[in-house]
C-alpha cells in the first residue's frame, strides 16, 4: 500500500472490504510425494508440527496415481498439496511454499 492510499485510508477515503463470515475450515488435505522429495518431506513435517492431519500418497508406492496428481497441478513436479475445505473449494500448492500452504491450512 502507498503512503497516499495509506492516507487516504486512515482519513476514511478508502473503505477496506469487510469479509463476511469466518474462515472456512479445512475439510482435508492430500500430498502427492516420492520416495527421495525433500520438499515433500518439508510439506509432511509442517503439517506434523500444527498438528495437522492430511492423507500422504506416495507417487513411487502408488505409480497409479501419477496421472491423478498431473492432471490436479498440471506439471510432474512434487510435493502437490491439495486443500479441500468445508465448501469443496481446493487450493492446490505445487512445492513447498510456506506462503501460500499456512493460510491456506489456517
Do not use: W
Not at 6 to 25: A, C, E, H, S, T
Not at 39 to 63: F, R, W
Amino acid at each position: 500500500m502507498t503512503v497516499v492510499a495509506f492516507d487516504r485510508l486512515r482519513q476514511g477515503f478508502l473503505k477496506r472490504p469487510k469479509v463476511q463470515g469466518g474462515p472456512i475450515m479445512v475439510k482435508n488435505i492430500t500430498i502427492f510425494t516420492t520416495n527421495t522429495c525433500a520438499y515433500c518431506h518439508m510439506v509432511k513435517k509442517y503439517l506434523g508440527i500444527k498438528g495437522i492431519n492430511y492423507e500422504e500418497v506416495n507417487l513411487d508406492e502408488h505409480p497409479n496415481r501419477q496421472a491423478e496428481a498431473m492432471e490436479i497441478s498440471g506439471t510432474m513436479t512434487v510435493p502437490v498439496t491439495v486443500v479441500t475445505k468445508q465448501d469443496e473449494t481446493k487450493e492446490v500448492i505445487i512445492g513447498y511454499n510456506l506462503a501460500r500452504l499456512a493460510p491456506a491450512v489456517a
